[in-house]
């Protein structure tokens, strides 16, 4: 059918052609665009199927270097499917990316390495992917410390700052404010024990371990075997001889670490030293000044890491004398920025070296001899205090209790600082306690406890206490060092020794110095005191220890051992995240606190916050409030510190005066000296070449084992080439080398010497010996003393114990249990004994308080005796204590109170509180007495308590010590001179209210001693009544004598006037006591009641007869006679030998029987005794009278 043209439906349909052919290009349009999307749909799921693949893969796995295999992949441009597949093969063992290790992955391997050991690295990297130990010896330098083969030099010095300082070793400090200036550094001092043997060191070709104080007497490169032979020749001579050497025992090690660090505030060692100990303070202080020059002028020193502050070491007395010649050169500047915050604190030491350096000392060392001294008899003011007082005091508290209080005082770990600080805090605990003392002398004894607690903490509280500011702490230590020095000044050394006084005013000192130069350097700062002195060296010394399981080294393992220490600490410093830090951050309550952290510290340390002049009075003012409520007003008043260091010669360092430093002997002009040789050192070390010795800063070539003494093959080493010292995995205990070394040097020599051949040294450490090479390294080990491993136990290691002198735990040995007296009388610490005393020309007596008891042959010092032990004739044992001074009492009538005071035993003021106040009598003159206890409720809580004696008691004693004594028999004057003599004073003799001495004993004539004749005097015999000098006495009465012992008539004897039985060698009569001593300056001192002894009288000199004075009638001993009760022997005149023994030393007639003769005198006592017949024939004794006698 055809449309018309033009016709509507034709127009119609082509529309709708139109619109089906372009409904049909869409739909094919459509339809591809579907395609492309489900194609790339199949593109994304295929994609998110490899993710979860991926995912799935690392959640059921743990793939090793994952980070460094994406990183490949997506530097590759691999796809999700290549990273799974590679993740696939790396879990297989299949594929390890090939790449670089970054200096995180090297120290995260070093640190698994050298903290875990070999093996756990060789687990981790199979693990984790860590790296090899193989290219972790490749990529990995350790710093390597010298030890010094003598004395510490510059080249030494020079190196080891160099190695360790390096930013590619350790990363340089900065400022606390961009562009301001470095705080300063401590440089610490301290010895660690060492194996005493000799080692090789490769790079230098020459014997260490020697000591530096005789090594300079031999010669160390070893060139050929000569060497080593002279070496072990020197090494056996006498002690006495000067060409002799010996090995180091200990080795001094010299770090430095910064202040003013809250992390990162680990020492670096700059010096390491072998030593006997026996070096010369002038000696130490020369190469202290060569090592502060070299650190000022290297590169790595001053410049980049800050100048240093002040030197510390532990208290050693070399070091204290070095450290106090060097940083006493000069007064500080008053116009400098630290003089005007320093200058004008009064009592402050303003002392310093040439560039301001001050010295200080260890606190935990003091803690330790705080506590030393706290186990020791010391005096506070009066008051003696021993360790059994200490016990007593401390075990009745509920958080001590008797068992930890002895341990608290057993000292037999000395070096313990939780025992130490614990025993600190326990005394400081008593001020809050109530006293429930029972006796008069407990109560005093626990008061000066409470005071020395007291004073103790306010030293120690500053180190552990968290909670405390900075302000708190410098109020403290301030308090401390005033009391410190009142006590000084009232008791010298018996409260605390000289040297205690010297270290810890040192370390107040210093602690104000480090303030300050804070403050100057920025106020931001924060100070924390624990960084005080050289208790960081303890930290390295335990990390050296531990590095592996040999806790004790030679020099060479301590050197290796240090030097990884120190880049441990380094490597945790550039990686900060992985160092834990301290795990505990909380010490409240805490008793035995040791270690404690900057990050533990709780209060405000910000050293801007704190005015010095402000808390130095504060602490002024808190001590002599302390010295008020415990030692008294008079004290107090009589130490006015506002007027003591008002004058500018007097501070805490010297409250004596000019130039007396407490804790130093030396005068003002030795000083003088002594900072000139110093000066000198210096000129000459600044003249040498400061260039950092770099060469020397790593080893290459072969590496060395880092923990062990393998010997290593260094052949290939040249001498210019530089050496690196690689970690490298540890031989099995089996292979240890130190088991397969020799015994001795013969030994390893097998009795041969050197090859005459070839004896010189080979380029591989050799030396051929018996047609064998020999390591050198080998041959200088076997140089070791007898005894040289040492003991891994702490206590005995420090003692220079060996494997062969193992000893068990000492015992607190003076200590003794009352209960080991249960079925006897037992007299014991703390009882009251009366005991006669001289004093003047009479014996009193005395009531003395009991500290302890001491046999005279030994320095033992027990706690209780038994009454029958003490009284026994002879006895041997010495009660010590202290002389009680009493009153009348206005309590108890007819009785005597104690004042709480004790007597003096000397007038002067100058001496020590022991010498003054403590005694030693024998025991066989003391009588227990039984007091009772009254209570002064008008005074103090704490000063009611005092002893109560009856009359009648006293008055008993006297006549049971007379009675015991037997002072009627005339060998009482041995006894007599056996009482102590106690000079008059308002305490003794005790006094009733009329001021009369009331409790003097009688004393029989012979126990008189008047004052003496002068030697001139002229006086009458009592035979011939002939008036003659006192000094020709002797003489005369002795014609008397002889005529009588001689049976000749004698004209010249009045009547009625007889020559007594055994009469006096002075007058003539009976009754006249005698005792012979020997003198302290040597020779024999006569003492004799007859008044006509004279004044000066030479023994000597009177037993020679000559005719112008021929008496020979001098004192002798009797051999024959027992000892008399004070374990002397009894003298007798020399004219009186024979009759006294035919009365006291009859025997038997050998032929006649009931006749008793003389007994035979021994032959030393024939010789003595023997008169010449020249001596008669001078007396007027006719010959056949001394014939007839002496047949």
Same mark, same amino acid.
């Given at each position: 059918m055809k449309w018309a043209a033009g016709s509507i439906w034709k127009t119609y349909l082509i529309s709708l052609e139109i619109l089906l052919k372009s409904m049909s290009e869409k739909l094919q349009q459509y339809r591809g665009q579907a395609k492309l999307v489900n194609k790339r749909l199949d593109t994304s799921m295929n994609k998110i199927g490899d993710y979860k693949r991926i995912l799935m893969q690392l959640g059921s796995n743990n793939v090793s270097r994952l980070q460094q295999l994406i990183s490949v992949s997506l530097n590759r441009g691999s796809s999700a499917r290549s990273i799974a597949n590679k993740i696939t093969q790396s879990i297989r063992g299949l594929y390890s990316p090939h790449v670089g290790f970054t200096q995180r992955d090297i120290d995260l391997a070093f640190l698994c390495k050298s903290?875990?050991?070999? @093996?756990?690295?060789?687990?981790?990297?199979?693990?984790?992917?860590?790296?090899?130990?193989? #290219?972790l010896r490749r990529m990995t330098r350790i710093p390597k410390i010298f030890a010094?083969?003598?004395?510490?030099?510059?080249?030494?010095?020079?190196?080891?700052?160099?190695?360790?300082?390096d930013p590619l070793?350790?990363?340089?400090?900065?400022?606390?404010?961009?562009?301001?200036?470095?705080?300063?550094?401590?440089?610490?001092?301290?010895?660690?024990?060492?194996?005493?043997?000799?080692?090789?060191?490769?790079?230098? @070709?020459?014997?260490?371990?020697?000591?530096?104080?005789?090594?300079?007497?031999?010669?160390?490169?070893?060139?050929?075997?000569?060497?080593?032979q002279k070496i072990k020749e020197a090494l056996s001579l006498d002690e006495k001889d000067e060409k002799r050497v010996c090995i180091g025992k200990n080795a001094t090690v010299v770090a430095i670490a910064p202040y003013a660090r809250r992390e990162h505030y680990f020492p670096v060692p700059l010096i390491l030293s072998p030593t006997d100990g026996k070096e010369k303070w002038e000696s130490l202080a020369s190469w202290i000044r060569i090592l502060l020059d070299e650190w000022a002028l290297h590169e790595f020193g001053e410049s980049?890491?800050?100048?240093?502050?002040?030197?510390?070491?532990?208290?050693?007395? #070399?070091?204290?004398?070095?450290?106090?010649?060097i940083c006493m050169e000069k007064s500080l500047d008053p116009e400098s920025d630290l003089g005007k915050i320093l200058c004008g604190i009064p009592g402050l030491n303003v002392q310093v070296s040439r560039e301001g350096i001050s010295a200080t000392a260890d606190p935990k060392h003091i803690f330790k001899r705080f506590a030393t001294n706290t186990r020791t008899e010391f005096m506070v003011l009066q008051v003696k205090i021993q360790n059994e007082d200490v016990l007593n005091v401390l075990a009745p508290l509920p958080q001590v209790g008797r068992e930890a209080a002895e341990q608290l005082l057993d000292p037999v770990d000395k070096q313990n600082v939780p025992k130490a600080v614990s025993l600190i805090q326990h005394l400081a605990s008593l001020k809050d306690i109530p006293d429930q003392s029972k006796t008069p002398s407990a109560q005093i004894r626990r008061r000066a406890l409470e005071f020395i607690g007291q004073f103790f903490a306010y030293f120690t509280f500053p180190f552990i206490k968290p909670h405390m500011s900075l302000g708190d702490q410098l109020i403290s230590l301030a308090t401390y060092g005033h009391i410190a020095a009142a006590l000084w000044l009232e008791s010298r050394g018996q409260c605390m020794s000289s040297q205690l006084y010297a270290d810890s005013q040192a370390v107040v000192k210093n602690i104000f110095f480090t303030v300050a130069r804070l403050q100057v350097t920025n106020p931001k700062h924060e100070f924390f005191l624990i960084h005080e002195g050289s208790d960081r060296l303890e930290k390295l010394f335990a990390d050296c220890r531990t590095l592996d399981h040999g806790r004790n080294f030679d020099i060479r393992q301590l050197s290796e051992k240090i030097g990884v220490a120190a880049?441990?600490?380094?490597?945790?410093? @550039?990686?900060?995240?992985?160092?834990?830090?301290?795990?505990?951050?909380?010490?409240?309550? #805490?008793?035995?606190?040791?270690?404690?952290?900057?990050?533990?510290?709780?209060?405000?340390?910000?050293?801007?916050?704190?005015?010095l002049r402000d808390v130095w009075y504060q602490g002024q003012e808190a001590a002599t409030k302390v010295i008020r409520e415990y030692l008294g007003d008079d004290i107090a008043t009589k130490h006015d510190f506002k007027k003591l260091f008002s004058n500018p010669d007097h501070d805490l360092l010297r409250p004596e005066g000019k130039d007396k430093y407490i804790g130093y002997s030396e005068t003002k002009d030795q000083l003088k000296n002594s900072h000139s040789v110093l000066s000198q050192i210096s000129q000459s070390s600044q003249s040498q070449n400061h260039a950092p010795a770099l060469?020397?800063?790593?080893?290459?070539?072969?590496?060395?084992?880092?923990?062990?003494?393998?010997?290593v093959d260094s052949g290939d080493i040249s001498d210019d080439e530089t050496t690196e010292v690689m970690i490298e995995e540890e031989e099995e205990a089996a292979d240890n080398f130190e088991d397969q070394l020799p015994a001795t040097f013969t030994e390893l020599l097998d009795d041969g010497g050197p090859d005459e051949t070839n004896s010189t040294l080979k380029p591989r450490h050799t030396i051929p010996v018996k047609g064998k090479e020999i390591s050198i390294d080998s041959l200088v080990s076997a140089l070791a003393t007898k005894h040289w491993k040492r003991v891994t136990m702490r206590t005995l290691r420090v003692q220079e114990r060996a494997l062969e002198h193992l000893v068990g735990p000492s015992r607190i040995g003076f200590l003794v249990n009352p209960e080991d007296y249960q079925n006897e009388a037992v007299v014991k610490i703390g009882d009251l004994v009366a005991f006669p005393a001289r004093v003047a020309n009479k014996v009193s007596l005395a009531v003395l308080e009991?500290?302890?008891?001491?046999?005279?042959?030994s320095r033992k010092v027990s706690g209780a005796q038994s009454y029958d032990e003490l009284i026994k004739y002879g006895s041997q044992i010495h009660v010590l204590g202290q002389i009680l001074h009493l009153s009348c009492s206005a309590i108890a009538q007819d009785g005597w109170e104690w004042t709480r005071r004790y007597v003096p035993l000397q007038n002067q003021t100058n001496i020590s509180s022991k010498a003054r106040y403590s005694i030693k009598i024998p025991s066989i003159l003391m009588r227990p007495l039984n007091p009772s206890i009254v209570t002064q409720t008008s005074a103090a809580l704490h000063d009611r308590l005092r002893w109560l004696l009856k009359n009648t008691d006293l008055k008993d004693a006297i006549h049971k010590l007379q009675i015991s004594l037997d002072l009627n028999n005339t060998d009482s004057i041995h006894l007599f001179h056996a009482f102590p003599n106690i000079p008059s004073s308002p305490y003794f003799p005790y006094c009733n209210n009329a001021g009369e001495p009331t409790l003097d004993l009688e004393l029989p004539k012979h126990l008189k001693f008047g004052p003496r004749f002068q030697n001139r005097k002229l006086v009458n015999c009592f035979m011939c009544e002939k008036e003659l000098e006192v000094q020709t006495m002797r003489n005369h009465v002795g014609v008397h004598i002889l005529r009588v012992m001689r049976d000749q008539e004698d004209p010249d004897v009045k009547p009625g006037n007889e020559i007594g039985a055994e009469p006096c060698g002075f007058c003539g009569l009976d009754g006249c006591s005698l005792r012979l001593s020997e003198a302290p300056t040597g020779g024999l001192t006569v003492t004799s009641s007859c008044i006509y002894q004279p004044q000066t009288w030479n023994i000597k000199s009177a037993a020679r007869s000559t005719p112008e004075s021929p008496c020979s009638n001098v004192p002798i001993y009797c051999h024959l006679c027992p000892s008399t009760? #004070?374990?002397?022997?009894?003298?007798?005149?020399?004219?009186?030998?024979?009759?006294?023994?035919?009365?006291?030393?009859?025997?038997?007639?050998?032929?006649?029987l009931d006749v008793l003769v003389p007994a035979d005198l021994p032959g030393e006592m024939l010789v003595a005794s023997h008169i010449s017949k020249d001596e008669e024939r001078y007396m007027g004794i006719l010959e056949h009278k001394t014939a007839s006698y002496r047949h």
């Open positions: 903290i875990g050991g070999p @093996r756990l690295l060789f687990t981790f990297q199979k693990a984790f992917g860590l790296v090899s130990e193989r #290219t010094s083969l003598g004395t510490p030099s510059s080249s030494d010095i020079n190196h080891n700052i160099s190695a360790f300082f070793v350790k990363p340089l400090p900065e400022p606390l404010d961009p562009g301001g200036t470095l705080p300063g550094h401590v440089l610490m001092f301290d010895d660690i024990a060492l194996e005493s043997k000799c080692r090789y060191c490769f790079d230098r @070709r020459s014997v260490m371990g020697l000591c530096r104080e005789h090594s300079h007497n031999v010669k160390m490169n070893v060139t050929d075997f000569e060497v080593l980049k890491s800050g100048p240093v502050w002040a030197i510390a070491s532990d208290g050693d007395a #070399t070091f204290r004398r070095a450290h106090h010649a880049l441990i600490n380094s490597t945790y410093e @550039r990686n900060s995240d992985l160092d834990r830090g301290h795990r505990r951050l909380n010490l409240d309550n #805490t008793f035995g606190v040791d270690r404690v952290n900057p990050k533990s510290w709780k209060g405000n340390v910000v050293v801007g916050n704190v005015k060469n020397h800063l790593v080893r290459k070539g072969p590496s060395l084992p880092d923990f062990d003494a393998t010997i009991v500290t302890g008891f001491q046999h005279s042959e009760i #004070t374990g002397e022997k009894r003298a007798i005149w020399k004219y009186n030998t024979s009759i006294h023994a035919l009365i006291h030393h009859p025997q038997q007639h050998p032929s006649i």
